[in-house]
């Protein structure tokens, strides 16, 4: 078992969508400049350090390219598309079925950091939100100079992803807490 404790829960909230998919919006404060946190979305070398996939190429540039899920020594390449990358502020890609929308907004301490993230069904809500808290705080962690390995697939059930998910399952709309 390992002694990385996840964060307190984060701001959370999900909308039903015209075609009746779900938008995840998940809300983070990170004490670091936009351009900072940008590159941790953007750049394959420090996407691979906290997020649930591995970049094949730099996120900042538009079209067509792989994003690849990682679960222990399993790989899956997923399709994906980069829709908008408009540094440092806001980068959107299609992944699979889902749709990720990153907004970077400068604060006075650094960056809100605002995930929206669309998916099929209100199921799927709880299971993001526990998935990205573990993430962005692996990414916090880097971002802070205090990097840890990354918590992706089966792994972060040792890592208090039940318990998130269970917690966010109570608070979203659509899902248990509905």
Do not use: N
Request: glycine fraction near 8%.
């Amino acid at each position: 078992m390992s002694t990385f404790q996840p964060g307190p829960l984060r701001e959370a909230d999900a909308t039903r969508t015209d075609d009746g998919r779900w938008t995840l919006k998940f809300v983070r404060d990170l004490a670091h400049p936009p351009e900072r946190v940008w590159a941790a979305l953007t750049d394959p070398a420090q996407v691979g350090q906290w997020a649930p996939f591995r970049a094949e190429r730099d996120l900042s540039e538009l079209g067509a390219t792989t994003l690849a899920m990682i679960d222990g020594d399993l790989a899956v390449d997923l399709p994906a598309t980069v829709l908008r990358a408009e540094p440092p502020t806001l980068l959107e890609y299609a992944w699979g079925e889902d749709l990720l929308r990153w907004e970077l907004t400068p604060t006075p301490a650094g960056t809100r950091l605002t995930l929206r993230h669309t998916v099929a069904g209100s199921d799927d809500l709880p299971r993001a939100a526990a998935g990205w808290h573990l993430c962005l705080d692996v990414a916090e962690r880097l971002l802070d100079g205090h990097p840890v390995p990354p918590i992706r697939g089966r792994a972060a059930l040792e890592h208090g992803w039940q318990d998130l998910h269970d917690a966010y399952a109570k608070e979203l709309p659509g899902t248990l807490g509905e």
